[in-house]
């Protein structure tokens, strides 16, 4: 099963699209990001696990692949967060909001110039 949700980034003033893709994966537990460069992967990593933590899920639970494209410019974590949330079965799915934001380590939502 995978679950897609969008976000949006901006380059210059023109907004895009971007889509978070998670996948259930069939291996050890453990969290992959791909389409962000390492350092931000690893960033993210933490503050989505830290978050999700916050709300109940277990890291035992997630056995996830997330694929974000194209690159984002913007805050991304609340849109991997969420599809996490949608493939483990924790949250429905929604085809008509795109979830802007970066999660602090308690799983609160920040906007990028807070």
């Known amino acids: 099963m995978s679950a897609t949700v969008l976000t949006v980034g901006l380059h210059g003033l023109k907004p895009y699209l971007i889509r978070v893709t998670a996948k259930k994966a069939d291996r050890a537990p453990g969290l992959t990001i791909s389409g962000l460069s390492e350092n931000a992967a690893r960033e993210a990593r933490v ?3 830290s978050a999700l933590a916050s709300v109940g899920v277990e890291g035992s639970e997630m056995t996830v ?6 690159a984002p410019s913007g805050p991304i974590d609340l849109a991997i967060a969420v599809s996490i949330l949608v493939v483990l079965g924790k949250r429905e799915p929604t085809d008509d909001a ?3 934001g ?4 308690a799983g609160n939502v920040r906007a990028e110039w807070d």
């Open 98 to 100: 795109i979830f802007i």
């Open 47 to 49: 503050r989505v696990r």
């Open 102 to 105: 970066e999660l602090d380590l």
């Open 65 to 70: 692949d997330v694929t974000i494209e194209p």
